[in-house]
């Protein structure tokens, strides 16, 4: 019963065996090989669009590498208040950028609103050359609540952000889940929704570690090159990137990789809602479940082997009145997950004593 | 009519004088001079501590090099929203530290409360190496409102810091205003109230340009010697900077520059205060009037030569209800305001149409 | 005939094999699980140390995070002039080390002596703070130019490191190579001869991507963590890290590969030497060969199929006398070179016309 | 008897009567004010250029903020092996920069020759995005072998540069000096030799502290505003630095200024060159003068209350074949060093006992 996270999951089957073929013989190194060059067109060919596309190994790394392309040391970075880049990624984005300024708004709430969004870039308290001015908006499909915003609250998003003159990035770790989540077409809430660059995640669904950085709007990829090799993440064997984004995408793995996770999570939702002894938070949209439960229970599920994290309580709307004996929890599932996991953690929920 | 700010004056007449003696003949370079030496004793006497001293130019550079002496870049330096160091020194606290992150609290009050810090301290969302922690609490005082915090109130603030192993800042620009303001010890609002470095301005209250990074806690010093060279800030004719200083500490001189631009600010509240067309915002502490006026007495102000800065309207509390017709302005006073300036501008005031 | 580079070679068997293991099941992320806790201790028991062990994905990574752990921004790390810290990581050192000064010393030799190191640190013009002061040493074994440093010149080296207060790292992208070549225990060209932190490299000699940071001087590590997480080479999936280590060094496996490598470059260099075409300029220690070749013979060669690289004029010694119709290339042999590829090469390169 | 440098006087007294009169009132901060305005346009006057132009208060800013405006962090920055920007502004250049690195050319010499350039740049190692590439060369205007380029020498080292797409810099501490000593009009040997950028120094030569940034290459002064201010090296009472540079511009005072300078050194010149004690290493060309002296005369000239530095003796030709017992030293004169100062010294230095 493993709903810690999705980067705990292995490789699929397909994905790894395409590393066994990719790991025969010798190719070029550093990226000039033909894994890479194929892996490069598959992206192109998914989202329909002539992108530059450049291979990384860690989430971390693609995030920070984009928003360093995209702002100057002294510009402002504005994302949600719960942002991974702003919660989980220590100073990455400090680092790579310079020290561009990360600003999170919305706290309060479990996606960026357009409203919060035109209020900040409206309130005009320009000064220049003293205040630091925002360059870029970095949205998370699938938020960190597992949400997923709409095509139309993305491109709501974008264009407010492209009036104040900012580019868009967007940290998809767990795209696929929001693609699958939305059955859409990836171009919808990509670059047709206004996204500049995109940060597409496979580690967390399918992958061993691949990560894609895409440059829908490719002037942005200027320094890419650079950026890349002086932060150590220009890696010689390029191949076994190549290898795993090719096989991901290939015939819509990816996609089904993601739709299975998606339905175990929404096997979990309606198991945990129908059990009085669980509150579910936000309604599944993805991959992650996010419940309260009493801590009583908390202790007995674990205590039966299930494993997941405890969320921070500060992120929970407050009409919840949260009591002293409840915590938040967050539970992932992933392609790996089955249904007997589900069926088994349900159980344990529901025989538990809530103390 | 100057009120934009108390760096438009220059250097007070006891300064200026000290300037011209220093400059006669040879001494040594880079702070090896007899004027760095005094002013370094004046400082450490007029605050009854052993603090290690250092000059810089700028107040940008005395606050950004003493943040990068406490913090670590992957680290968190917490602050009140309107603070100048995140506001109005566009990114040099990211640039000194390495890219350590800046965090904003209580956008809405006009001082950083107890309440909020003791939340932001206890919310337990850490999770090493992933997210990034609070190392620094810095202070302001004066506060960019205007605001004086009592020193109960910074002892309170300084120790609820220290229990969660932060170090505390103050960025003391106005910080002779502030001692005035509350007519008390320099170290009841610096090193006894818990500070553990202050930077001290002389620059806006009577210097040319003239400020002090004073390590209370000594240790935090240990980097700031190459620190402030590779950043430009070791000046060669280190005596300009001494001899400003042992100037302006003498004799009360420096609280007798700032207790002037305070009773200049009192008589303008006051004056304000008794006119229908204007709302002061808080009540004067400092050398700093706060107003709500509408926009025609403003351009007429403008027209009789009335020098000020209008303020960011999302600053103002939300209780005052500002209309599309008001603006928001801030006046300052300095050691070289003088009544007649006050009572000129008053009197425009009261004759201005309202529009 | 690939003699391009020893990255151009996947992974060897058993470490592949030992990652496909490792992709079975769920396991605990970013290095909390048995692979990578096991990695460790192999390292350790392989280097008879309690050292303290980090895996990142390059070298460029393990170089430049050991050395950031090593020095302050404003301190001076020495290397050799040819050293790949300085030729080919882009500026690597300087990012992650906020901005600390690379010197490369005798470019005209093919490893660093002990007469220019001790010349340098004893050149005495320090006036601090003003001046940069050396921190580090680093060390390449194998050099750039397949040299191998004796574990007496180590020792050395070291020493007089030592006596100026430096600490020494050593890139060990061809660590196994030097090992295998000198048939010594791994501690005597490491922590016995005063290396205080090593980059062991894997991925040249077997594995996909794998590298390890060792701190035998186990106090310099203090910063290891944040630095590798805020650099985004923290990986989330970490068993691949450790499983790759745990094969590559179980029962010798990385020796064996090494000296098939080692063996397959000194077949190469006596075929050569007995070639009238080539001239060898170095004797190999390792598995790379460094000669100099009439262009039209490099030519056929590549018109046949041969992969490898031409090498900088300037790093040959002056008493080569190149002539202008003369290049120098480099040969590198890997575990995946064959008898067959040798041969085969040397067959064209008997055949070849020299134009 | 100060010879130790020319930052050890204060202003002239023509610069000091400018400041005296600029603190009059109040004035626009930040550089928004007239005497700034008019130190701008007495520069572009005097080059004869539509330059841009900015204020700092140091040297060691001006140098490193011109550099970050020419490279970016990943690329090479060359300038002379003795250079003050390599050896005397700690790590500034690569603070400023982001990491750029330095590379120092022509050590056994005292100035940058033609041939050493030509041979670096034409040495063909590249192989990107591996190796950092050179994009800026930065010469020393007095050198600090006190020596001068020539209009030719500059011309031909400019056009070099600009052959490879290099950009030139010039450190100008004491370009004043230079223009003295050779006679020649200010842009003869800034931009008309082909300097991109001029950092213009007036602090070692009759001011209290003040350097200007020339940008005859206008376009490379595009970030130069951001980078000033998160430096903090924008001074908000900008006057000082404007009433400075306007008084030591206006009617040849900074030429008078430095060619007294130069004549006291050539007057300090020619008496050691007819003492037997001591060896005058390089013929004056400006303000310095660089000896060899017995190390007991050493002693007994300071005794004597005489102020200079010794200088690393590696900096030395090697032809000079200095002995155990010998010393280098330099002596620096200013516009305040009197005629009386140079006979006193020189008539120690030859009652001195050679030991």
Redesign the interface.
Known sequence: M?F??D?????SDAV?AA??Q????????YGDDEWTQQAVRAIQTTFDSPAEVFF???????N??ALACMS????IILCHAQAHIL??????P???T?????IGLDAGREKLSLETLSQYLS???A??????EPAVLSLTQVTESGQVYSIEELAALCAVAHQHGLTVHMDGARFANAVAGLNCHPAAISWQAGVDVLSLGA??NGA??AEAIVFFNRPLAA?L?????????????G??LGAQFSAWLNDGHWLELAAHANRMATLLEQGMAACPASQVIWPVAANEVFAILPSPVIEQLRAQGAVFYQW???FVPSHFNLSEHDEVVRLVTSF?TSEADVTTFLGHLNAAERG
């Open positions: 493993y810690g996270s980067n705990q999951s292995g490789a790894f590393l066994a990719a790991n025969q013989g010798i190719s070029a190194a990384v190994s860690t989430g971390t790394a693609a920070a590498l100057s040391p002294w510009q919660n989980d990624e220590l100073t990455a400090e680092f790579f310079g020290g561009a300024r990360m309130q005009g308290s000064h220049p050359p003293h205040n630091a580690t967390k061993l570690s320094n090159v650079p950026l890349r090799k002086r932060s150590g993440h220009l890696v010689s064997k191949r076994w921070p309580r500060h790996r």
